[in-house]
């Protein structure tokens, strides 16, 4: 019989109505209200392991807020649908482009839990999405002929929602082209579905050396003890980890959370690689902070703990990721940060102030 501390497990018993949900946390009768109006524009479900992180009397709770729906996502016409204009730098199917010799490919539209504030809600958690034999076909193609790729990045969606043996196909595929040298993996399994990592998909991964993974923790009471044997069978594997946080307003947007979380997550051997600034995206304009903020959190990290535990605090743009530091800022006025990005464009970016 399987348990609740199988992976499949958690999947077909993720938690998709607000009945559901009551059996985890206190919902009135507005806010029940709120999901079932926001769920018609954008989709949700959430992992009983995720939900049972969740504190069932605080309404501010960080698990909360990060998974559950709320009204406030449809009163929003702040941003658009692809704020990094994934769609405009696809040269093959699902390939996204913007950095001379490295990918994302974002070979799946599923996810153990649908974050309230994801990127890529146009299409994670939708219907329209093809991962055809065809579609896996020609991006292979695009791979194979294309030299100067030498980093493939596997993202979503969440490619760990596949089974094991669709991975290691995967896998074998992207190893048989001689000039992709690293792969790296992009998972929110190790915090959101910790059950995925089993020791057999481990075995699976280490036959793809040098293969690397990236997760997202976004708060210290994500890093529970399922969390952290997840962690620890990847980094016994050889796997070297690390975080990409991203900087949610009410959630981690403060510098005492976030010590803990880079601390705990240095702890489970995981390095913090990036902290995201809010995308001015559809939806989810709630969690966005001021710049300033970001800013003094890495002020509040540097030199008062361990160096490899600060992350670079970084926006996304369609031209790449763009640190967000005194350098690349070239200027900033009442509305706006403009910012300088790898190869000298300037990219400006609203600044929402308190
Ligand atoms: C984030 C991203 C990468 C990887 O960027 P790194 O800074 O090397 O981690 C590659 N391609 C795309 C399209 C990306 O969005
Ligand atoms: S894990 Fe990533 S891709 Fe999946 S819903 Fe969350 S933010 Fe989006």
Redesign the pocket.
């Known amino acids: 019989m399987e348990q609740r501390d199988s992976w499949k497990w958690q999947v077909r018993k993720s938690i998709r109505s607000t009945g559901e949900l009551k059996e985890y946390l206190h919902l009135d009768s507005r806010e029940e209200c709120g999901i079932k109006l926001a769920e018609a524009e954008f989709s949700w479900h959430i992992t009983p392991y995720y939900a049972s992180l969740i504190d069932p009397d605080d309404r501010n709770c960080p698990i909360r807020l990060q998974a559950v729906p709320q009204e406030k996502e449809l009163h929003d016409n702040s941003g658009v649908m692809d704020p990094?204009e994934e769609e405009k730098h696809n040269p093959a199917p699902n390939i996204?482009?913007?950095?001379p010799d490295?990918?994302?490919w974002t070979i799946s539209n599923i996810c153990p839990v649908l974050c309230r504030h994801c990127l890529r809600k146009r299409m994670v958690g939708r219907e329209h999405f093809d991962f055809s034999g065809e579609a896996q076909k020609a991006a292979l193609e695009y791979i194979a002929r294309t030299p100067e790729i030498r980093d493939v990045?596997l993202t979503g969606g969440d490619p760990l929602m596949y089974p094991d043996e669709f991975i290691d196909e995967i896998l074998a595929r992207l190893r048989t082209i001689r000039h992709v040298e690293i792969v790296r993996i992009g998972s929110r399994t190790p915090c959101t579905l910790p059950q995925r990592i089993t020791e057999k998909l481990c075995r699976i991964l280490k036959k793809y050396h040098p293969l690397w993974l990236n997760t997202q923790f976004n708060h210290p009471k994500e890093l529970t003890e399922e969390a952290r044997i997840a962690c620890e069978r990847l980094a016994n594997a050889g796997i070297p980890l690390g975080n990409q946080s991203v900087l949610l307003r009410g959630i981690n947007d403060d510098p005492q959370v976030m010590k803990a979380l880079v601390q705990g997550l240095v702890r489970f051997r995981v390095r913090p690689y990036y902290i995201y600034q809010a995308q001015t995206l559809k939806g989810t304009s709630h969690f966005i902070t001021p710049v300033e903020k970001g800013i003094e959190i890495i002020q509040s990290l540097r030199g008062y703990t361990t160096g490899f535990s600060v992350p670079v605090y970084l926006l996304?743009t369609p031209y790449g990721?763009v640190p967000m530091n005194p350098e690349t800022i070239v200027q900033r006025d009442a509305g706006a940060v403009y910012l300088k990005t790898w190869d000298g464009k300037i990219w400006r970016e609203p600044n929402r102030r308190e």
């Open positions: 990094l996204i482009k913007v950095y490295r990918i994302a990045l996304d990721k």
